[in-house]
């Protein structure tokens, strides 16, 4: 069993990576975010009560994520692990993932901490592309997908969020500063915080991602 969480600033590849990772070890990524997409997308009463805040770039209370999380750790594929992708994103996230967790006698093995400049999240975001279907991420120029405009893996067309335009972004990353940032410190004296340099291609990052986890995986967590 293997519980993950990334952390990290929007644009600095937790989608990417966590959706590699999860297929590598085949085990659940959990994305709030992508739920709260497609509760958008099918006009659930969920999706309603966030899509203002999501496309303004603000959090949903975290009532609402804390539900959807303990709702995705109950189902039957996470009994072999997940991978958290934006979620804890405040202390109080934190606090109810950890009783969650503590319910099924379960814990966190490593929080991923992907670091990235400033001037490098704005320039991925800015030039993102989504498969609104299956959740694959592109870019423009760094990693267009094989013909333009669709999915390499199910033909769907790709498109931009809308928090992705520049005000949003603005304010994602505001949001992340004030409210999420501050979650390094509260991870760190687990011994459970692994911080990697999130800068390079999609596989040089999962190859430092991997390389820390093997380290860690026959040594041991510092904590267990
Ligand atoms: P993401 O795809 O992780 O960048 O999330 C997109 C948007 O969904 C965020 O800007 C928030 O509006 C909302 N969201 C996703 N996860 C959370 C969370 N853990 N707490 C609060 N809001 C969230």
Request: proline share 8%.
């Amino acid at each position: 069993m293997l519980n993950l969480i990334f952390l990290g600033p929007p644009g600095a590849g937790k989608g990417t990576q966590a959706q590699r990772l999860a297929r590598r070890f085949a085990i659940p990524q959990l994305s709030t975010g992508d739920i709260l997409r497609r509760a958008v997308a099918d006009r659930m009463p969920l999706g309603k009560q966030a899509n203002a805040l999501m496309d303004a770039g603000k959090l949903v209370p975290d009532e609402v994520v804390n539900g959807i999380v303990d709702e995705a750790l109950a189902r039957p594929e996470a009994e072999r692990g997940f991978l958290l992708d934006g979620f804890p994103r405040t202390v109080a996230q934190a606090t109810a993932l950890d009783e969650m967790l503590a319910r099924r006698g379960r814990k966190i093995d490593y929080v991923l901490n992907l670091d990235v400049p400033t001037d490098v999240l704005v320039d991925r975001l800015s030039g993102r592309l989504n498969c609104p279907k299956d959740g694959s991420v592109y870019h423009l120029r760094t990693n267009p997908p094989k013909r333009p405009g669709l999915c390499d893996r199910d033909d769907t067309p790709l498109v931009q969020r809308p928090d992705d335009k520049p005000e949003a972004v603005r304010r994602r990353l505001a949001e992340y500063e004030n409210k999420t940032a501050l979650l390094t410190d509260y991870y760190k004296p687990r011994g459970v915080l692994r911080t990697i340099e999130g800068v390079g291609t999609p596989d040089e990052v999962e190859g430092r991602i991997v390389s820390s986890l093997r380290d860690n995986l026959t040594t041991g967590p510092a904590n267990p």
